[in-house]
Nanobody, 116 residues
Framework: QVQLVESGGGLVQPGGSLTLSCAAS????????MGWYRQAPGKQRELVAM???????NYADSVKGRFTISRDDAKNTLYLRMNSLKVEDTAVYYC??????????WGQGTQVTVSS
């Protein structure tokens, strides 16, 4: 059974940086589109960034220029580099991936808290 496990969340001051990772484990043949989503308290889950390959990425307007999504298919790992973090970036961040062409699966989430 394929699983996604996020890591790298934590507490950071406004203006700081964090890098999230999402590692896929299990029997993996192909990894299609992958993405990061986030859900703040009392709000709906929203798309942060998606990647098919290095030349095909998409970002939410709120994070453009600050966040960078990337992937290492040799390691079956997805990354999200977050710079210039703001209080409003506080949320649980989830990764999402199309694994083995069987549809999208979710990780368990990692908490990111931006606070002074």
């Amino acid at each position: 059974q394929v699983q996604l496990v996020e890591s790298g969340g934590g507490l950071v001051q406004p203006g700081g940086s964090l890098t999230l990772s999402c590692a896929a484990s299990g029997t993996i043949y192909t990894m299609g589109t992958m993405g990061w989503y986030r859900q703040a308290p009392g709000k709906q889950r929203e798309l942060v960034a998606m990647i098919f390959n290095e030349d095909n990425t998409n970002y939410a307007d709120s994070v453009k220029g600050r966040f960078t999504i990337s992937r290492d298919d040799a390691k079956n790992t997805l990354y999200l580099r977050m710079n210039s973090l703001k209080v409003e970036d506080t949320a649980v961040y989830y990764c999402n991936a199309d694994v083995n062409g069987r549809g999208f699966i979710w990780g368990q989430g990692t908490q990111v808290t931006v606070s002074s």
